[in-house]
């Protein structure tokens, strides 16, 4: 059988994450490589991030961004971008690429775009055409200033922080002349904001201290408006240290235009148009992506350096003669070695394919929603209740839309399913579903279980890998990983979002269909896992719905928002899977494209029977998992064996059989990793 000949390239990663045919995000991609593993590397190896203070050498790195397009790159072509239309799936890759070398370059870069993105998303025209044309560099001889954002949410103990509703931030009307605007008066103090050092704006969530102004918002503050704009004291944080983190505080008076989205009067009342929550559950359902990745992007990055450390670890001694397993190989002689490193390689992969999944279904979601919000402000149907309720009628045609969408052609109703694929509200409802699990779970399984593997990566380099000189920079890699975990809500938020989302009717149907795909999928291509992994899926979906029908023995409900002790592990279960799900889909995409590539196809069959016993390899690890959170479950909260518990036992039976050959598949994945070429150093300074 033909092995793994190279390291994976840009023609191999376009197919698995569909973006062969995206000139425009390529050209983005390769300008964040370019400046990750120069600019960036350099600023890491000449020991910038030392330091807590944002310094001049940091500041080179805005300069980078700006001259490389990547800080216009979330605009539209009017405002002076370059990519028109959603580009969840740009930036997630732009994300990656620096998080290659470092991760507070990557958060120096998005958190000027999560400044952004309430404005983005739920401002009004004027507001975005403003902010966001002053965000995008000038051309050369402009002499304006290039804008810069940061987002502000969290705050000092004991306000905002996992628990967005608990705001302390106020606002309050100072002046409302007749015919006049009315001014507002805001007071914010934050928390680990990210940016502050060079902020001109912030977008703030603040909350009413005035019977004149109506429930949350968020609204923009900027440096020039009256009153005190405080950049505050440098966050001691010991991770990211190549972005800027200041503790602020605001006391200013704005117009009231500055609500993000505007705002009605209603009885002498003012009434912002979206809440807080609204708005900050419209970004999160998009920005939890890139972070996520970034910690894939580790994982992955970590390969090259570890392979080159285990070969090279006895060469230029006595004991090892050029030509001999000892010398070619080193450590790679023993199979410990390999397979822990296909373990951390297997993890990478499934947390990119579940995250570049993620962002392409933001990218399709993006006009839908928007679509969506044009449609029932043309029939007048507002807030959320009202909107919920409307959608809620159309349940039976998207769950008929489903069953479409994963029959074959030839057997659907090809009138049916176009009218149900060009139905705005079925759409929306299919796609948020989706989304409401993706994008957390994104977030929880690549962080959570990634900050875990690579920490696996770090002992892989022995003691050198808790060096300053460790090639790959992998010490650093590792403790940044434990941020990202936390940014944009840690564990315990998405687990409590999975929570609610992962029994929505829509996704358990699209969960269903994937798990027949995956069983059919066995016998065409059984070497990837697929059977191990859907029996798995079957196991979890019995524990989900015996959980929410059954009481422990003290009578209590167990699926219940307050019993975490039920909910949270299912809900990491079911990452587990999804993530090893779409990691399966990626290899089945590659062997479907790969030979129309004439790059791919010279060494495809070795290529993909490599990833083949990667994705078999986390399949057996996530369905290892997920089986052992059900068995717990199922049996750990009541005092004797349930009715149907035959039926449980006979799941997880199958479940286990299915693992047969995954552990041979892991062995040859293992093996490859002792031929694989890779280049005789790394690609970026130390």
């Known amino acids: 059988m033909e092995k793994l000949k190279t390291l994976p390239g840009d023609d191999v990663r376009q197919i698995m994450w569909r973006f062969a045919d995206r000139f425009d995000i390529q050209m983005a991609v390769q300008s964040a490589r370019s400046i990750a593993r120069s600019t960036v590397a350099r600023m890491v190896g000449d020991g910038v991030r030392k330091s807590h ?25 009017a405002q002076g971008g370059f990519i028109e239309g959603p580009k969840n799936m740009a930036l997630a890759l732009v994300a990656f690429e620096l998080s290659w070398v470092d991760g507070g370059a990557a958060t120096c870069s998005l958190a000027n775009n999560l400044a952004l993105a309430p404005i983005h998303e739920k401002g009004t025209p004027e507001q975005r055409n403003e902010f966001m044309s002053k965000c995008v560099p000038g051309q050369s001889g402009d002499e304006r200033g290039t804008w810069r954002g940061a987002f502000a949410l969290t705050e000092p103990l004991p306000y905002v922080g996992v628990d967005t509703g608990v705001l302390g931030g106020r606002m309050r009307i100072e002046s409302w002349e007749d015919g006049q605007e009315p001014m507002l008066k805001i007071e914010k103090r934050g928390r680990f904001i990210t940016n502050m050092d060079f902020a001109n704006y912030i977008t703030a969530a603040v909350e009413s201290d005035d019977e004149r102004i109506k429930g949350s918002c968020m609204v923009i ?32 008076t704005i117009p009231a ?103 392409r279904l933001a990218d399709s979601f993006d006009p839908i929603e928007r679509a969506k919000e044009k449609h029932f402000q043309e029939l007048g149907v507002a807030g959320p209740r009202a909107q919920f309720s409307a959608l809620r009628k159309r349940a039976k045609d998207v769950l008929e839309f489903v069953d479409m969408e994963f029959a074959p052609e030839a057997e659907r109703d090809a009138a049916r399913y176009s009218e149900l694929s060009n139905d705005t509200l079925v759409q929306f409802s299919y796609m948020e579903a989706l989304a409401g699990v993706l994008n957390p779970g994104c977030k929880l399984w ?35 990983s434990q941020l990202e975990a936390t940014y944009e809500g840690p564990e315990a938020v998405q687990r409590r979002h999975l929570t609610a989302t992962m029994i929505n009717d829509v996704f358990l149907a699209v969960f269903d269909k994937w798990t027949a795909q995956l069983e059919s999928m066995a016998g065409q291509a059984p070497e990837t896992g697929a059977k191990a992994l859907a029996a798995a899926m079957k196991l979890w979906r019995f524990t989900l719905d015996a959980m929410r029908k059954t009481k422990d023995a003290n009578g209590r409900k167990l699926y219940h928002s ?58 057996a690890r996530s369905a290892g998992e997920s089986n052992r959170i059900c068995a717990e479950l199922y049996y750990g909260f009541l005092d004797q064996a349930p009715e149907a518990a035959d039926q449980f036992d006979s799941l997880r039976a199958q479940a286990d059989r299915a693992m047969a050959g995954v552990r041979l598949a892991k062995d040859q994945a293992a093996d490859a990793l002792t031929g694989v070429m890779i280049p005789e150093a790394l690609d970026y300074p130390m």
């Open 221 to 252: 503050l900027t440096e020039e408006d009256p009153g005190t704009f405080d950049r505050g004291a440098p966050t001691l944080k010991m991770v990211h240290q190549l972005s800027s983190t200041r503790d602020p505080v605001f006391s200013l």
């Open 257 to 359: 235009s500055r609500i993000i989205g505007g705002y009605d009067v209603v009885d002498g009342v003012i009434v912002p148009k979206h809440s807080h929550s609204e708005v900050i559950a419209s970004v999160f359902h998009r920005t939890r992506i890139p972070v996520g990745l970034m910690t894939s992007a580790k994982l992955l990055s970590a390969v090259e350096p570890v392979i080159r450390y285990h070969r090279q670890r006895f060469r230029g001694g006595d004991a090892s003669q050029e030509g001999s397993p000892r010398y070619d190989l080193g450590l790679q002689q023993k199979e410990d070695a390999l397979q822990r490193l296909a373990d951390v390689w297997a993890s990478g992969e499934a947390g990119a394919s579940l995250g570049f999944g993620a962002a």
């Open 53 to 77: 203070e944002w310094n001049d050498a940091k500041a080179e790195l805005l300069t980078a961004f700006d001259n490389s397009g990547l800080t216009a790159l979330f605009m539209d072509p």
């Open 562 to 619: 307050k019993r975490q002790g039920v909910t949270f592990p299912l809900a990491d279960a079911l990452c587990w899977l999804i993530a090893a799900r779409f990691f399966i889909m990626d290899v089945r995409e590659l062997q479907e494209k790969g030979p129309l590539n004439p790059v791919v196809a010279e060494g495809l069959e070795g290529t993909l029977a490599f990833f083949a016993g990667l994705a078999a390899t986390q399949a």
């Open 446 to 480: 690549n962080t959570g279980v990634g900050g875990t593997m690579m920490r696996e990566a770090v002992a892989l380099m022995g003691g050198y890998g808790i060096t300053e000189d460790c090639p790959g920079f992998l010490f650093h890699k590792w403790t940044d």
